[in-house]
């Protein structure tokens, strides 16, 4: 395990009884936002995520779903020099009314980056409205992968697929 995988267990590893985004129970939980809101964390995460950036090159922009990878992905945003939009959960519903946030212009290739996938249910959320809105998805980023499916639903929807660590690379020990 790395020293910035070390330090993020440090940071956000908790352990008790949790309901997950994606509706499954869970005995230990990352909180996103206790690395996310870290500076030295945050800094070093979006420089491992950069990293990881040209196997999908060519590529246009940065895109994060709302509200959980909204740092990071500005974060990735300074480290890479590409320019970013915020995925929301859905359209506002005064000023503009838009889903998306920044200029993206149908056509751009897009990596979308998440924080913690397990069944990946909001990021292809995410997904989906790219497409609609005629951004390609070039692939998907996340800082965590549990290991609970994400990976085969990014794959079952066409979308290339990657992370900075795995559960187990973080040595979480998932019961059976």
Request: aromatic residues 8%; charged residues 30%; negative net charge.
């Amino acid at each position: 395990m790395t020293e910035l995988g070390d330090r993020l267990l440090e940071a956000s590893y908790l352990e008790g009884d949790f309901i997950l985004r994606s509706g499954r129970r869970s005995r230990f939980y990352l909180d996103k936002y206790l690395f996310e809101t870290r500076p030295d964390l945050l800094r070093d995460i979006a420089a491992g995520l950069a990293a990881k950036l040209p196997a999908y090159e060519p590529f246009d922009l940065l895109a994060g779903p709302e509200l959980g990878a909204v740092a990071i992905v500005a974060a990735l945003s300074l480290a890479s020099g590409k320019p970013f939009v915020i995925v929301r959960k859905g359209e506002k519903g005064y000023g503009t009314k838009k889903a998306m946030e920044g200029r993206a212009e149908a056509g751009q290739r897009v990596v979308v980056v998440e924080d913690v996938v397990t069944s990946g249910g909001a990021a292809l959320q995410a997904v989906v409205r790219l497409r609609e809105t005629g951004l390609e998805v070039a692939g998907l980023l996340c800082v965590v992968d549990r290991e609970e499916g994400g990976r085969a639903a990014f794959e079952d929807a066409g979308v290339a697929f990657d992370r900075l660590f795995t559960a187990t690379s973080l040595g979480i020990v998932k019961p059976d």
